[in-house]
């Protein structure tokens, strides 16, 4: 380095030091009332009472790593599970795969009192990963269906796709162990049927939603199982709740760990508000916990794509669950040691104290989101130019519902806080709160005190003043 370089760099520093002497500190939290803003509202915000979340969490001590590692390593085993590779050969190849999972949800399915019904759901689908034809293609399906008859047609999804892919992802005769991707998406959607359906036989708890875990296939080949999965559930009727795709979940090489999991979610094209992915983020991050979750504001990883995308896409609200820091070494790769370095997804690097814990967050998401009210609609601000925000919204009636919180946060706030309480749907009105400082939304609460996914306000639109005609 050139003395000339060494004297720019140092005062690029100077400068550097003096421009963050001069903004002073930054506040630790964004929630934090900056001193010299005025009070919002004046005369203090409304107190409500919090409800208690749905007691009989999910307990992390009752998930079933060793089941988990036992459906992996079936999974496995099948050699490859390439989307392309065999539907019918027992020993390698996809059916091979499609049938440990079968076989696995039926053994839970016995436990359930007979409320858990797996369906094998065949079809077709072409990309360009099928060389422009038309393949074969199978989804596997385990479905608990709701027990409160306004709800049971709400479905709530959590899905791994069960194919894998060598390095070519069209090489049908190489090795795709694919327990990572995504043989372990599909152990944490199995045990969540586990925890969920077992809680809910002999009398147990029961949902008001219905839930569907699921494992899909055609992912590496375009995301074409749960392309199709979009149509099925609406052509069965079924309006979704929340899709919430696992892939990917199961190493955390890095030192400390288990780690949080990483929870990707799309903004959408709404403007000033939020899309419905955002929300169930939101909401999943409320269930768990910040310590367990790590909220990514970004659709999928960069470049990356999911299952969760084709409801996303459909305006849905869907999330995609990956590892903190992915190895790609271990990834979409066929197995082969070049230089000292081992490639292939294999069993060896997975973590399953990590993927207990994925599994378990998983669970108890799906558990309150199925146990919630509706999410009410036309949630409307109103009031601007005035000193006080109108919320309103709309809900149909609900024996179990206790009422609703109206939310708001500081714009460039990630989360949601509750402002205010209200027991009947209509217009609330925030007294000295301006329109113009913060966003707001409305989310409905049970007795139970299972909280629907928020609703944001749609902004009122005033259109803009038409210049007055010249005279000619």
Not at 16 to 37: F, M, T, Y
Not at 298 to 325: I, M
Not at 376 to 399: I, Q
């Amino acid at each position: 380095m050139t003395n000339q370089k060494k004297t720019v760099g140092k005062r690029m520093v100077e400068v550097a030091l003096l421009a963050l002497l001069a903004v002073g500190p930054i506040p630790a939290s964004a929630q934090q009332v900056a001193p010299r803003d005025p009070a919002e509202p004046a005369q203090g915000k409304p107190q409500p009472k919090i409800l208690a979340r749905p007691a009989g969490p999910a307990a992390r001590a009752s998930v079933d790593e060793k089941s988990m590692r036992a459906l992996i390593g079936k999974l496995v085993a099948c050699g490859t599970r390439l989307t392309l590779s065999s539907w019918d050969d027992p020993k390698r190849g996809i059916g091979c795969g499609r049938d440990a999972i079968v076989a696995r949800l039926n053994e839970i399915a016995k436990d359930s009192g007979g409320k858990l019904q797996v369906v094998v759901d065949k079809f077709e689908s072409t990309s360009e990963r099928t060389s422009g034809k038309p393949i074969p293609l199978e989804n596997v399906y385990a479905i608990l269906p709701g027990t409160d008859p306004k709800l049971a047609k709400t479905i709530f999804i959590v899905s791994g796709h069960f194919d894998s892919r060598p390095s070519n992802v069209m090489d049908t005769q190489a090795d795709a162990p694919g327990a990572d991707d995504d043989a372990s998406g599909v152990a944490v959607s199995v045990e969540c049927a586990r925890l969920l359906s077992k809680a809910g036989a002999k009398g147990g708890a029961s949902y008001r939603a219905t839930i569907l875990f699921a494992a899909v296939s055609g992912e590496e080949q375009g995301l074409l199982g749960s392309t199709h999965l979009v149509d099925w559930v609406k052509q069965q009727g079924y309006t979704v709740g929340g899709m919430l795709d696992d892939d990917i979940v199961g190493a955390d090489p890095v030192a400390g760990a288990p780690h949080r999991v990483r929870l990707f979610s799309g903004n959408g094209e709404i403007d000033d508000a939020d899309s419905p992915s955002r929300e169930l983020a939101r909401g999943i991050e409320e269930i768990d916990g910040r310590g367990a979750i790590r909220m990514i504001f970004r659709v999928d990883r960069y470049g990356r794509g999911g299952d969760h995308y084709p409801f996303y896409k459909a305006g849905l609200p869907a999330v995609r669950f990956t590892e903190p820091l992915e190895d790609y070494n271990h990834q979409h790769q066929t197995p082969r040691t070049e230089n000292g370095i081992e490639y292939g997804d294999f069993e060896k690097y997975l973590n399953f104290t990590f993927m207990g814990d994925v599994a378990r967050n998983n669970a108890e998401a799906l558990r309150q989101l199925a146990l919630a009210p509706t999410p009410p609609t036309g949630a409307k601000l109103t009031g601007a130019v005035t000193p006080d925000a109108k919320v309103s919204w709309l809900a149909e009636e609900d024996a179990e519902r206790s009422g609703f919180e109206i939310l708001w946060r500081e714009t460039s706030e990630p989360r949601w806080a509750v402002y205010d309480f209200a027991a009947a749907p209509g217009e609330t009105v925030l007294k000295g709160v301006s329109t113009d400082n913060h966003f707001f939304a409305v989310r409905a609460v049970g007795k139970n005190g299972a909280r629907s996914i928020a609703v944001p306000t749609e902004l009122e639109r005033r259109p803009p003043p038409q210049p007055t005609p010249t005279k000619q």
